[in-house]
């Protein structure tokens, strides 16, 4: 009698030779290697983004002597808080984060009073020409505040409003002005003319519907604008240098010259302290404030 080999237990080997390795099914996808890429590139940027300011905060707790004798990018051996007295009482640190606070409030407020204005009346009421004054606006972005320095400090000087907090706030606010006027009208554009419609059907004038609609929806648009324009205002020094004239009204970054000593010595570990007083509250705001930051982005390019 005559045995054959089942088909099965025939093709049996040959199935399991046909099965894929361990090698061939891990083998990375496009799709895996690019997410491995922005992975790295995103590690590599967080840290060039956290180093600086780790190293700061480091170098402002650091021994002066320390500080000289040694690597400046090494661990320091020893720390100390006397950098931070030297800072208030050598640098006038407190007059000079007064001075900043006001003119950076002043200019913020006085910015987003008349972007908001400005877009309203161009994208809501609308008027004639107003094409015309939106790319005139355009026209402001280009324009360098260097050609502005000499005539306005004329100017000043002529009215007597040189050496003033308002005489750095109102070129910070103007220069700033063209691009939080776009913002603002990106944002109320995509607002349905059926609201405005509405209220102007129960009577609403155009105050009334800009205090009831427009402005409680456009509170992420408002800290967007103020974020962004506030760490440009806050760190200032061409117009504060340009305008600034007497030593009460010095801002933070005219302050820190004082810190150079004779022969052009300076008190970097004091230095350093200052900076990092001056940087962290604004950084811990943007922190908290990052997120309304980025609906206001998000609310004025895409959707209202």
């Given at each position: ?224 604008v103020v ?60 922190l908290v ?11 004025g390019a895409?959707?209202?």
């Amino acid at each position: 009698m005559t045995v054959t080999s089942s088909p099965v237990l025939a093709d049996a080997p040959s199935a399991r030779g046909a099965r894929p390795t361990g090698r061939s099914r891990r083998r990375p996808t496009p799709l895996r290697i690019s997410r491995i890429i922005s992975r790295v590139l995103l590690a590599a940027v967080l840290v060039l983004q956290v180093y600086p300011f780790l190293w700061l905060l480091q170098t402002s707790l650091r021994d002066r002597e320390d500080f000289a004798s040694a690597n400046p990018f090494s661990i320091p051996t020893q720390l100390t808080l006397d950098n931070f007295s030297r800072a208030f009482e050598q640098g006038h640190l407190l007059r000079s984060i007064l001075n900043s606070l006001i003119i950076t409030g002043g200019a913020c407020l006085l910015l987003v009073v008349c972007g908001m204005a400005g877009a309203y009346a161009i994208a809501v009421l609308g008027f004639r020409f107003s094409g015309l004054v939106r790319g005139l606006f355009l026209l402001g972005i280009v324009v360098p505040v260097q050609v502005a320095l000499v005539p306005l400090f004329i100017d000043y000087s002529r009215i007597g409003m040189l050496d003033t907090h308002l005489s750095v706030m109102i070129p910070l606010a103007g220069f700033a002005l063209p691009m939080a006027l776009y913002l603002f009208l990106s944002f109320y554009s995509y607002i349905p003319r059926e609201l405005y419609e509405a209220a102007t059907l129960d009577g609403a004038g155009p105050y009334r519907i800009f205090a009831r609609i427009t402005l409680p929806m456009s509170w992420n648009t408002v800290v967007t604008v103020v974020m962004v324009n506030a760490i440009f205002i806050w760190n200032d020094f061409v117009f504060a240098n340009t305008f600034i004239l007497s030593e009460e009204l010095k801002t933070i970054p005219l302050g820190l010259q004082d810190y150079i000593g004779a022969m052009g010595n300076t008190d970097w570990t004091a230095t350093f302290a200052a900076v990092s007083v001056t940087v962290t509250p604004l950084l811990l705001v943007f922190l908290v404030l990052n997120r309304a930051m980025i609906y206001g982005l998000e609310s004025g390019a895409s959707k209202g």
